[in-house]
């Protein structure tokens, strides 16, 4: 048996695997494509080798039908789209399987170049069911589809009475085996391009545009209401300190000192809670940080006292605390936040009596305990707000498991009736390997990569110095070209965001070319971000396009780039300081 056989015989068990059971995109369209050429050559290598099959018969035009039939569905199903707008393909599928039918049959020359090129223009006009394609798959399409038409305008030439026939056998053989192993390795290299980028975006998130769109529309809307807040807070303030300094009653006085506490505690806790919402809108999610360190015990709470006397007073209750001076290894924020639950819970259900708070030292722990003289936890009056202590709620819970804290309440038992009840914090008074140092993350076994695409090294030391990058995990630097970022992204894995630096027009058309052909390959659509330098001014300008977003900057205006931190902040840090587009 003729070696040709045996090859393609080989090609075609193996295209047909994924033609079968390969869900990947666009798999089972690369296979179809794979065994159109397969025949093709069949016919072509059995007509120029050992000629069995008679031209013009029925089983000639078969195969050279369902050569193009196989060849014109891989065109189809390319990039799914929503647009509802697309061609039909039937008409050009079926109109080249005609053009294919009738050539078989004919002898003249001419009239088979003319119905060559109808199976031509037919591969083409497929393309245009493409959603938008990039550079690449066009050239890709057009390549095909030319080679695909060659061979058989070779194969005529070859089959018809010249000087040159056995010059144009060969060439058709040639170009048949051409086609047979590019769409081959065609194949392959596209099954194991997305088997690679799905093996790796198992241990790279992927940040979604949209999402991150949406993420800085949110923190933009919040940082407007933090800043139109501040400006009456303030006043109050104000307005305190005025008070009190032109009042003469010791009463009124204390009155202003309770208001300026109320204020400060007031503000404290509106830019703790514009703090914690900024974080909370931030995309990709950071984990919640812990920012543990050792600080005396008595800071945190001597405010809270403060803060909480002032309202236990105006119920007719007392409060008190002995300072201490033992110290604790918490995340201060977090800890605050449950104390303060406790406190105002305890103040909240109490309605005589008062409050205190004891902080006691059991071996390497710290106790934090408030104790009221209210109608305990389970009674009537407390069941009935469905909300109960604090330790209960979503957040006090939260904020124990994270800080590694136990927060416990439980009724005050004297001669066996409930006198109140104990809401207790136990917390380290030591730092120990389950508590972070300050500023340390909790690892998510997930890594947030950017790739940015530079053209040469000038650029390249410009970002590394003015770009703020401490949103990712890992940041890598690729070169600005229509293809090279794709094969670096199959060689290193695909990154979660890709960041393209344009400093002129050409640059800022290539940056757009190269974004959109990654999130077409990469079987996605993984967030783009172009920088592109304008001296119009436009300094800090955003625009949306699709999944690509636009910054503008200045190339001698390093500060430009703060912008970038209001889509990608550093996690944990609140993002309000960057520039308004």
Known sequence: MNTHFLVYTLLLGLALYPLVSNHSS??????????????????????????????????????????????????????????????????????????????????????????????FVSLIYLTLRYKNPSVVNRRKAYFFATLYSSVWAAHIFASSDNDYQTAWSLTAVWLANL?????FLHMLWQDYSKTRTRKLSRSTLIVEPDAVRLSYQARRVLKDVRHDLRQPISTLGILASVGKAIARDPEVITRYEHIQAAQKALKTMLEQTFGLLDRSLQYPQPQAPQNFGTFPINELLEPLIVEYRYLANNKGLQIR???????????????????????????????????????????????????????????????????????????????SDQLGVQTSVR???????????????????????????????????????????VNGPESRAFLEDHLPVGAFDEVRFGKLNLYRSYTTSIRKGAASVYVAYATSEEELEIAHQSLKTICRLLGGNPCCVVLYVDEEERTGHIEFDDNLIYLAVKKDNPNAFSAFSEFFPEPGKASHKAVSP
């Not at 008679?54 to 035009?61: D, K, Q, V």
């Open 26 to 119: 666009n798999q089972r369209e690369n296979a179809l494509s794979v065994i159109g050429s397969l025949i093709m050559a069949f016919v072509i290598i059995e007509q120029s080798v050992v000629p069995t099959i008679e031209e013009t018969s029925i089983a000639f035009a078969s195969l050279c039908v369902s050569s193009y039939l196989f060849f014109a569905l891989g065109y189809l199903n390319r990039a799914p789209t929503k647009n509802l707008d697309l061609p039909n393909p039937v008409p050009p599928i079926l109109l080249g399987a005609l053009a294919t039918g009738f050539d078989a049959f004919l002898y003249n020359e001419f009239a088979s170049l003319a119905f060559i090129l109808i199976q």
């Open 321 to 399: 605390y002995k300072p201490t001076s033992l110290c604790v290894c918490s995340d201060r924020e977090g800890l605050t936040k449950i104390i303060r639950n406790g406190l105002d819970n305890a103040i909240k259900y109490t309605q005589e009596g008062g409050v205190v708070v004891m902080v006691k030292k059991r071996g390497d722990s710290i106790a934090i305990q408030i104790v009221d003289t209210g109608p305990g936890v389970e009674s009537d009056s407390v069941a009935i707000h469905r909300k109960g202590w604090g330790h209960g709620s979503t957040i006090v819970r939260d904020l």
């Open 411 to 453: 009724n005050r038992i004297i001669y066996g009736q409930v006198r109140g009840s104990i809401f207790e914090v136990i917390t380290s008074s030591k730092p120990n390997p389950g508590n972070q140092s300050e500023g340390d993350e909790i690892s998510t076994g997930s890594k947030v990569i950017a790739e940015i695409l």
């Open 179 to 183: 086609l047979v192993f590019s769409a």
